[in-house]
């Protein structure tokens, strides 16, 4: 075999058993995701409690293993974990909300430095596959009950022991202003549309025809249409345009004092005739209720339209 050969075959050799190597080797799973939810980092003192909340994000088929994690009770000399929670703690995948509460038991003579201790989470997948991730420590201030340096004053440009003040965050304005402003606007137009339909509306003064076919039209709605109450609502209309009481022998001169309703005199000594046999004989239209109430309807939009260009 020339040195050439040799070259080659032990290049595909190398080549073959990485192959085989890389074949067999198991993909590494995912990794947890931990979202960590700290308290505020200065303030504290003795015995005040710290709520931690951390949510983990477990791969699929994994299972957080709850042995893992701190246990209740004392961790060091001056801090307790008295209050450990889950939600959905024994689901295998998705999210799982943890809850630390810690209670400081350290009485500082001056302010100073302390840290909630770090720890490592596992979890166990179908395969008895282990991984871990590490949750971090959280570092915080604490103050005494107490101050002993009293040549400290509050404000003073020469007092470097309490922090500035927290200056507040701003808020995004756009949404609320908008909602407001889209409320301002409905308002004003159902405030329009009131004055509309109850005839307030300045400057905008419906006539009585127009008045007349609007009760009409709700009157149509109603489950048990009400044929009196519209013949009523009519005579209304005819009286208020005339300005007093008008019947069926005072249509000439309606009709004379107000000529723009003169084409549609058929039509109102129709209304007026089934008028006085409705109320005064108990007769009623050859149809049934609604079609009165539709003929009703159509007159006055006659007059009311009448009543516009007059």
């Given at each position: ?57 477990l791969p699929d088929g994994y299972r957080l293993e709850r042995t893992s994690l701190p246990g209740q009770g004392k961790l060091n000399y001056w801090l307790d974990l008295v ?136 009157l149509r709605r109603g489950t048990e249409p009400a044929t009196a109450s519209a013949l009523r609502v009519l005579h209304r209309a005819f009286d208020a345009t005339a300005g ?67």
């Amino acid at each position: 075999m020339t040195r050439s050969s040799a070259i080659v075959a032990s290049s595909w050799l190398l080549g073959l058993m990485l192959a085989l190597a890389i074949g067999v080797t198991p993909a590494r799973a995912a990794d947890i995701d931990v979202a960590v939810k700290n308290p505020r980092a200065y303030g504290h003192v003795v015995g005040d409690r710290l709520t931690r909340g951390v949510r983990f994000t477990l791969p699929d088929g994994y299972r957080l293993e709850r042995t893992s994690l701190p246990g209740q009770g004392k961790l060091n000399y001056w801090l307790d974990l008295v209050a450990l929670s889950f939600d959905a703690p024994d689901e295998r995948g998705g999210r799982v909300e943890a809850t630390f509460v810690y209670q400081l038991f350290y009485a500082p003579l001056q302010a100073g430095r302390r840290e909630l201790p770090s720890f490592t989470v596992r979890a166990v997948g179908p395969d008895d596959d282990v991984i871990e991730a590490r949750v971090p420590g959280f570092a915080f201030t604490m103050s005494p009950l107490i101050e002993l340096q009293s040549e400290a004053e509050f404000g003073s440009q020469n007092n470097d022991i309490m922090l500035p003040d927290e200056r507040p965050g701003l808020r995004d304005v756009a949404a609320p202003r908008r909602t407001a402003l889209i409320s301002v606007v409905i308002a004003w137009v159902a405030v329009l549309a009131w004055a509309w339909i109850s005839d307030r509306l300045p400057g905008y003064k419906r006539g009585p025809f127009a008045l007349a076919a609007a009760r009409l039209k709700r009157l149509r709605r109603g489950t048990e249409p009400a044929t009196a109450s519209a013949l009523r609502v009519l005579h209304r209309a005819f009286d208020a345009t005339a300005g007093r009481a008008v019947f069926a022998e005072d249509l000439d001169g309606f009709v004379a004092a107000h000529p723009a309703f003169a084409d549609l005199r058929d039509e109102i000594d129709t209304f007026f005739a089934f008028s006085r046999r409705f109320f005064f004989a108990g007769v009623e239209s050859n149809g049934d209720r609604r079609h009165t109430l539709t003929e009703l309807q159509r007159l006055a939009e006659q007059c009311r339209r009448r009543e516009a260009r007059a």
